[in-house]
């Protein structure tokens, strides 16, 4: 037991020392006040904070221990003004991020609609928009300096208008825009990125070139991506942002044309055969109908005969196939 005092007491008097060396008690108390008005005046001068400080040098060491405290009474006070004084940094770190309101780590968020469906999505920024079949969106949030998002698939977008400059990213270009309302589909099996403007106005530059293409409503920019080009042309907006409707409409489509996108609007495979690509263009509106009802109606006006597997459809000239 004697032997326990004695080693407690040794460990008792060079922690003492240790402390007594180290806390340097006026300097500490000028160290931690100069620290601590850096954090406030830097990140958030109008609050004052620095009677929390003065609190916590009060309680590190309001009274000197006295001659008559027990040893281990004397060694848990020395401990705890070394926790405390550990403590402050910690603190100080957490008030740091507390008053600094431009620390916002970043975070990302992505926006999936899946094949054969759609998303109805509402940026940080307000502003709206859909989604169309197989389509993703990714962005980072909140906003920064930028609003820019991230498109593979199809997207209509409705902006709130902001000083920064909204940007929709996709595979070799981009799309800027301040406020509008705006269609972009982007498909990567698609050979173009077509951006049709409904509202407002937008510009579209390529990644290889710092060109922009400005279009006007009711003009259709096409970025050819074997060429890296891009070309403008008068359109009727609604038959290319209708699908946000649930309307799927269709004038004057060449057959292979049509059969991509109701692959997409149906989440079907549908195999053409090359005999029918280019011979027949459809001017048709798909609402409710179903993919069979499709499949019949087509059968009406085109010399064609379909059968269905599973999920997939195979369209053979009327001679090649029995019915289905």
């Known amino acids: 037991m004697d032997a326990y005092f004695q080693d407690e007491n040794a460990n008792s008097e060079l922690l003492g020392k240790q402390f007594e060396e180290a806390k340097n008690e006026p300097g500490l ?23 929390i400080l003065h609190k916590i040098l009060f309680n590190i060491d309001p009274t000197e221990e006295k001659p008559h405290m027990p040893k281990t009474r004397q060694l848990y006070a020395r401990l705890s003004k070394i926790a405390a004084i550990l403590v402050l940094p910690l603190l100080a770190l ?33 502003s709206t928009g859909y989604l169309n079949s197989g389509s993703t969106l990714k962005y980072a949030y909140p ?73 006007s409503p ?15 042309r008068d359109v009727d907006p609604d038959l290319y942002v ?15 044309d049509v059969v991509k996108k109701m692959e997409r609007w149906y989440d079907v495979r549908i195999i053409l055969d ?20 499709m499949l019949d109606l087509m059968v009406v006006t085109t010399p064609m005969r379909y059968k269905v597997e599973k999920d997939i459809v195979y369209i053979t000239p009327k001679s090649n196939m029995p019915m289905k």
């Open 29 to 51: 108390k000028h160290d931690l006040n100069k620290k601590w008005g850096e954090v406030l005046n830097a990140h958030s001068p109008e609050i004052d904070l620095k009677h």
């Open 94 to 126: 957490s008030a740091f991020l507390v008053l600094d309101k431009s620390y916002s780590p970043l975070q990302f968020s992505e926006i999936i609609a899946p094949k054969g469906e759609k998303a109805q999505f509402i940026l940080p920024d307000g």
């Open 143 to 215: 906003f920064q300096k930028n609003r820019t998002v991230e498109l593979r698939g199809e997207g209509f977008f409705d902006v709130v208008k902001d000083k920064m400059a909204f940007t929709v990213q996709v595979q070799g270009m981009k799309v800027e825009v301040h406020g509008t309302r705006f269609n972009v589909c982007a498909y990567d099996d698609d050979p173009d990125i077509v951006t049709t403007l409904e509202e407002g106005s937008v510009s579209v530059t390529s990644n290889t070139s710092s060109k922009e293409v400005k279009i």
């Open 218 to 232: 009711g003009q259709q920019a096409v970025f050819s991506k074997a060429d890296n080009k891009t070309t403008t």
């Open 242 to 256: 209708s699908w946000k409707d649930n309307m799927l409409k269709l004038q004057d489509a060449p057959f292979a």
């Open 274 to 293: 090359n005999k029918l690509r280019h011979t027949q263009h459809y001017t048709m509106t798909i609402k409710t109908e179903s993919l069979r009802e």
